[in-house]
């Protein structure tokens, strides 16, 4: 009695021992699944931002111009005889003229046109100067426009924000999303502050500063990238493998959270996206440096896109 009444307790504890492993077993497929499924979401959300944002009023779609100024005099309008001339069909001819000097740009209109500067008209207003942290916006119409300034060079970007581009890109390529491209780094920071040189396309080179090199490691090798700054993330440009062929020739940008005193982080290629060059040949993206331009395929993030 006593070998026959532990047989079933046996049986009843091998049953149970199996039931509760197949419970387990079932909740950790489906927590797996889960994950995937959550994070899927969150690429798919992050496109999602990326065209909202390339399509805003303050995004590269609308960029209609972009213009040098000399020093002294430009008239500006709409008239082939403008030294900067607008595309803006219902634009007169000499509407008043920037003049720069040094670093200073002062725009002074001489016709009667709803020009405004900062959302009021005014005949006369300094719209670029050394010392601001935000320059002035000026507006006609559906129009808007700012300066910049890129080294020694100090240029008007001109906005359509009705740019037939905006409405002709309805999504971004890119590659299927692919988690062993989202990987750990570790980003070591040097003794002494250090500064990378850094060419944009209009064939400039700036210092800028580094906070550090990321190391990270894809199938099992080792690769470096060279991190800048924007902001408080980790602002990383570079060129791999598909560049020029799926990607885009002038290689792709990748944000990382700033790392604690850890130094670790995550790149996510999967997020990986165009320079702004990509849509519009009025935009002064920085080039990925020589060291950053990875020998291997990302095969992650966005494809290349748009005509630039």
């Given amino acids: 009695m006593i070998c026959f009444g532990f ?33 899927h ?8 931002d990326r065209l909202k944002e390339l399509k805003s009023e303050n995004g590269w779609l609308n960029l209609a111009g972009l213009f040098w100024l000399n020093a002294g005099k430009q008239e500006f309008g709409s008239g082939g005889a403008d030294a900067i001339r607008f595309p803006i069909p219902s634009f007169p001819s000499a509407v008043g003229y920037y003049e720069r000097k040094g ?25 670029f100067h050394p010392d601001s942290t935000i320059q002035p916006l000026i507006s006609f119409a559906a129009y808007r426009w700012n300066l910049i300034k890129r080294e020694d060079k100090i240029g008007i970007r001109f906005r359509n924000l009705k740019h037939p ?26 003794l002494l502050q250090k500064s990378i ?3 944009n396309v209009l064939g400039q080179t700036t210092m800028q500063l580094s906070p550090g090199k990321l190391y990270f490691s ?25 560049s020029g062929k799926t990607s885009y020739p002038a290689g792709r940008f990748l944000y990382a959270v700033m790392p604690g005193e850890d130094g670790l982080t ?10 702004p060059c990509a849509f519009t040949p009025y935009a002064t993206c920085p080039l990925p440096p020589k060291q950053n331009i990875l020998p291997l395929a990302i095969t992650a993030g966005e494809k290349k896109a748009g005509n630039h």
């Avoid at 581009?165 to 040097?190: G, Q, S």
Wanted: hydrophobic letters at 50%; a neutral charge.
């Fill in 197 to 199: 040189p850094v060419e």
């Fill in 41 to 48: 979401e969150t690429i798919q959300a992050w496109k999602a």
């Fill in 103 to 127: 670093d200073v740009v002062t725009q002074v209109i001489t016709k009667k046109v709803a020009i405004k500067v900062n959302g009021a008209e005014q005949q006369q207003a300094i719209v």
């Fill in 218 to 242: 894809i199938q099992n090798i080792q690769y470096t990238l060279d991190a800048l700054l924007e902001g408080d993330k980790l602002f990383i440009v570079f060129g791999d493998a598909t």
């Fill in 266 to 275: 995550i790149l996510d290629f999967n997020q990986s996206f165009n320079p």
């Fill in 7 to 39: 047989g079933k307790f046996m049986v009843a504890y091998i049953t149970f021992m199996r039931i509760a492993v197949s419970i387990f077993l079932s909740l950790f497929l489906v927590s797996g699944l889960y994950a995937q499924h959550s994070y």
């Fill in 165 to 190: 581009a905006i409405a002709a890109l309805k999504e971004i390529p890119c590659f299927p999303i692919d988690t062993n491209f989202r990987v750990m780094a570790k980003l070591i920071r040097p």
